[in-house]
């Protein structure tokens, strides 16, 4: 049995959130030590894993959205971490949390506590790693600029909405892509490199992406003649139709030549280059997961 203790890193949009307050207390009544600390600003996440290290919790829970969960996972790697992780999903899109089978309620997610942490995979390029997905080309610039007030008026709806809106800006973008077994060249729409399944708020990019095979999971939506079909059926997440038209591909590593320069989203943070080096992180970090995700291979 794992040492009953925990450090909640808790987004500071959430400290007044009843229904956290009510989780971690019932938590602490079933003998969990579950301490909370609150983000305020830029680097709070990464100084709190360090602090928390330090005086050796052995489970650190990212409490807040995909932002909150990707600084918690960037300072653990960076820190070579032995913790393992837990995640109480509180944003708006939730992507990597859903994907996995992790509630959306607390007291549910914390429950995930009592569960062993799983060893997974993390997806590294040019020294920065992601949790769930890297995404290129129209679908990264929607999720980029999809504004935090629309997303809290409409939820996941709202990156269906911004992409709507942005028709007009849509143009495709030309790479070369190689990998073990693997190479393609041309214009596309849309990219996802996936060590999860979806991003964006639900878009289906990976739906055969595992988090503990050593490998990445590629999408490629080439530019077609029928640009705004195409990008209808991607925002709305139509898997059939989006897999119709996609390039897949399952590689352990994977390189991009991008003339003009690219744009990418890694788990929402925005990066731009000409030439990338994506790799799978095998087993890089240990993390409590339902034991039917639909993510863990069996």
Not at 176 to 194: K, Q
Request: contains cysteine; aromatic residues 6%; proline residues 5%.
């Amino acid at each position: 049995m794992h040492e009953r203790k925990a450090l909640l890193i808790l987004h500071g949009k959430q400290a007044l959130n009843n229904e956290v307050r009510s989780a971690v207390t019932a938590r602490r009544e079933e003998g969990w030590q579950l301490d909370v600390r609150l983000t305020w600003e830029a680097g709070d996440a990464q100084r709190l894993v360090n602090e928390a290290l330090q005086v050796g919790y052995p489970i650190l829970i990212a409490g807040g959205g995909d932002g909150t969960l990707r600084d918690v996972v960037e300072a653990m790697v960076q820190a070579k971490a032995t913790a393992s992780l837990a995640l109480l999903p509180l944003g708006t899109a939730n992507d990597f949390a859903r994907a996995a089978g992790v509630a959306l309620e607390p007291l549910a997610a914390l429950a995930l506590l009592d569960e062993p942490a799983q060893a997974i995979d993390l997806g590294e390029v040019d020294g920065q790693v992601f949790l769930n997905m890297a995404t290129g080309g129209f679908g990264s610039n929607v999720t980029a600029n999809t504004s935090e007030e629309l997303k809290r008026v409409l939820g996941g709806a709202a990156y269906f909405l911004t992409g709507l809106t942005r028709f007009a800006e849509v143009h495709s973008s030309f790479g070369r892509f190689s990998g073990p077994g693997f190479s393609w060249e041309g214009e596309f729409l849309a990219l996802g490199i996936g060590n999860g399944r979806q991003a964006g708020g639900g878009h289906l990019l990976c739906p055969q992406a595992r988090v503990n095979d050593g490998l990445l999971d590629v999408c490629i939506v080439p530019a077609p003649a029928d640009v705004v079909g195409t990008l209808g059926t991607l925002l709305s997440g139509g898997i059939n139709g989006l897999q119709s038209v996609a390039l897949s591909a399952r590689l352990p590593w994977l390189e991009i030549e991008a003339p003009e320069g690219l744009d990418m989203n890694l788990d929402g943070e925005p990066m731009e280059s000409s030439r990338l080096r994506f790799a799978a992180m095998p087993a890089a970090l240990r993390v409590h997961l339902p034991v039917d995700s639909p993510l863990l291979r069996d």
